[in-house]
């Protein structure tokens, strides 16, 4: 990691937990990956990630689609890295659209009890994805293909290839190594999932940061009130997807990551604060592309390393 991504595990200091997918690769094999900066606040971006929303359109005949957005966090960041062109990660995604992909990744993750038998939730069948089922359930995906037939779903086989990457879990209140996982998943320009225990942003303002050669849009967010499900956001917004988070469950709301800036992004002539914030795309039509939140509420670490 560099000194730079040291230095901000050091300043970070925010006590919580994390939930991150990093596939380990070197920042000399990924494109896209640039320096940002306002003002005084820097950081880097990972550019060209997709920003699917919920819901996908459910060719695969689920009972719900609700609470889609482990699968789609995971399936946005999946398609990024097949188009990207790493031979480790060659036709991962079977040259499909985040929406498709992230279907199959819900059959593996066994979102909302539907799905692969193998996962702990086919048993449980709660609303959502659990922690370690999406660990699981990528970790097959990845690997499936025509030649390795696990427990697949009742549809045709799609056309892809089967990689086989070490998936590892790590979950607790250690700070460090997980914003460690973090920082190096973006520096090496591979877009971590990461999972908060619930997802309530509110906008304060947008800023124009300057990502090499271009400006990239960033809304900036405050964390609102604690809330267990996106009922009442959705009653204001029929934007926003139906979600239930349950933290004792392990059930939260997951985003992709695609950057990362420490500081205060507008200075003295703002309401920022001076803060390490993540920017995702969140995978709701309800919320802008690119949104940057104060590092918190997060609940553990997923780890991929090609073999």
Same mark, same amino acid.
């Given at each position: 990691?560099?000194? &730079?991504?040291?230095?901000?595990?050091?300043?970070?200091?925010?006590?919580?937990?994390?939930?991150?997918?990093? =596939?380990?690769?070197?920042?000399?094999?990924?494109?896209?990956?640039?320096?940002?900066?306002?003002?005084?606040?820097?950081?880097? &971006?990972?550019?060209?990630?997709?920003?699917?929303?919920?819901?996908?359109?459910?060719?695969?005949?689920?009972?719900?689609?609700?609470?889609?957005?482990?699968?789609?966090?995971?399936?946005?960041?999946?398609?990024?890295? %097949?188009?990207?062109?790493?031979?480790?990660?060659?036709?991962?995604?079977?040259?499909?659209?985040?929406?498709? =992909?992230?279907? @199959?990744?819900? #059959?593996?993750?066994?979102?909302?009890?539907?799905?692969?038998?193998?996962?702990?939730?086919?048993?449980?069948?709660?609303?959502?994805?659990?922690?370690?089922?999406?660990?699981?359930?990528?970790?097959? &995906?990845?690997?499936?293909?025509?030649?390795?037939? @696990?427990?697949?779903?009742?549809?045709?086989?799609?056309?892809?290839?089967?990689?086989?990457?070490?998936?590892?879990?790590?979950?607790?209140?250690?700070?460090?190594?997980?914003?460690?996982?973090?920082?190096?998943?973006?520096?090496?320009?591979?877009?971590?999932?990461?999972?908060?225990? #619930?997802?309530?942003?509110?906008?304060?303002?947008?800023?124009?940061?300057?990502?090499?050669?271009?400006?990239?849009?960033? @809304?900036?967010?405050?964390?609102? %009130?604690?809330?267990?499900?996106?009922?009442?956001? $959705?009653?204001?917004?029929?934007?926003?997807?139906?979600?239930?988070?349950?933290?004792?469950?392990?059930?939260?709301?997951? =985003?992709?990551?695609?950057?990362?800036?420490?500081?205060?992004?507008?200075?003295?002539?703002?309401?920022?604060?001076?803060? &390490?914030?993540?920017?995702? $795309?969140?995978?709701?039509?309800?919320?802008?592309?690119?949104?940057?939140?104060?590092?918190? $509420?997060?609940?553990?670490? =997923?780890? #991929?390393?090609?073999?």
């Amino acid at each position: 990691m560099s000194a &730079f991504g040291e230095g901000m595990i050091r300043s970070a200091g925010i006590a919580c937990l994390m939930v991150i997918m990093l =596939v380990v690769g070197s920042l000399a094999e990924q494109a896209g990956v640039a320096p940002l900066q306002v003002g005084d606040a820097e950081g880097l &971006f990972i550019v060209n990630v997709p920003d699917a929303s919920q819901p996908p359109g459910n060719i695969l005949r689920f009972q719900s689609v609700d609470n889609w957005c482990a699968p789609l966090a995971a399936a946005n960041a999946l398609v990024f890295l %097949d188009q990207a062109e790493m031979e480790w990660a060659h036709s991962v995604s079977g040259g499909l659209a985040p929406l498709l =992909v992230s279907e @199959y990744l819900g #059959y593996f993750m066994a979102t909302n009890g539907e799905g692969s038998r193998a996962r702990e939730n086919a048993q449980r069948r709660l609303s959502g994805t659990l922690l370690k089922d999406i660990s699981a359930g990528v970790s097959e &995906f990845v690997r499936w293909d025509r030649d390795k037939l @696990y427990d697949t779903p009742p549809p045709e086989l799609i056309e892809k290839s089967g990689v086989d990457w070490r998936v590892e879990l790590a979950e607790g209140t250690v700070m460090d190594e997980p914003l460690a996982f973090f920082l190096g998943s973006i520096e090496a320009g591979i877009p971590p999932v990461v999972c908060f225990s #619930y997802w309530n942003p509110v906008v304060v303002e947008k800023e124009e940061l300057a990502v090499g050669d271009e400006n990239v849009l960033v @809304y900036f967010a405050s964390w609102g %009130d604690r809330i267990a499900s996106t009922g009442v956001l $959705h009653k204001a917004d029929p934007k926003v997807p139906a979600e239930v988070w349950d933290e004792k469950q392990a059930i939260g709301h997951a =985003v992709t990551g695609v950057g990362f800036i420490k500081g205060d992004p507008d200075g003295d002539r703002g309401p920022l604060p001076n803060t &390490f914030w993540a920017i995702v $795309h969140d995978n709701w039509a309800a919320t802008p592309e690119n949104i940057a939140i104060p590092w918190d $509420h997060v609940a553990g670490v =997923v780890v #991929y390393v090609p073999r």
